[in-house]
Structures are given as C-alpha cells and as structure tokens.
C-alpha cells in the first residue's frame, strides 16, 4: 500500500533551521508531483512548497527565500529545509504526493503529518 512517511519535524527557536523529510513506498515516486503543506489549529491546510515530477519547483510567498524543496528520486524521499524559521512557521507539516490521471481528475496520498513549533 502506499505510504508516505514524514520527518524531522520538533522544536526550534525563531531564526533557526530545520529539515523535513518525506519517505514514500508503494508508488512509483519518480512520477508524481510532491508538495509540502502546512495546517494551524482552526484554519485549512496551506501549499507551502512543491516539486513537479520534472523538478520545477514553487514556493508560497510566505516562506520564499527561505524554504528550499527537493527530492531524491533514487531514495524515494522529498526534502524541505526550512531556514530563518518564525514563530508563524508553526504548524503541522503534511507530505503530499499527486498525480493528475484525466483533465478532471487528480490521485492525492497524504502523509500523516510532523509537528514544526517555533519558540524561544
């Protein structure tokens, strides 16, 4: 089955790094477009970041400059390093893998979410 895996998520003071990371198994990774999401208590989940199955890349304009997204087709895994982080960087972070089937129709798989608090 499929399964996306993610991690490196804790707690980290405003100005600090951290680096996300997203382990799929069960699709063929290479294919899909792979995005980060964001979500805070009380508010719908936000695109962060994503990757296309080429390697073009976009970015939220909220953490531009300072979010960089990658993936390693080879290992399976997505990557968000996450730099100058801000107490609003608070969130659940989500790996999502999509892979558009028809004009009108998109396969979705989520992972099960990391914790990412900024605090001093």
């Known amino acids: 089955q499929v399964q996306l895996v993610e991690s490196g998520g804790g707690l980290v003071q405003p100005g600090g790094s951290l680096r996300l990371s997203c382990a799929a198994s069960g699709i063929r990774f290479s294919i899909f477009a792979m995005d980060w999401y964001r979500q805070t208590s009380g508010k719908p989940r936000e695109l962060v970041a994503g990757?296309?199955?080429?390697?073009?890349?976009n970015y939220a304009d909220s953490v531009k400059g300072r979010f960089t997204i990658s993936r390693d087709n080879a290992k399976n895994t997505m990557y968000l390093q996450m730099n100058s982080l801000k107490p609003e960087d608070t969130a659940v972070y989500y790996c999502n893998a999509n892979l558009r089937t028809s004009v009108f129709s998109r396969t979705d798989y989520w992972g099960q979410g990391t914790q990412v608090t900024v605090s001093s």
């Open positions: 990757i296309s199955s080429g390697g073009s890349t």
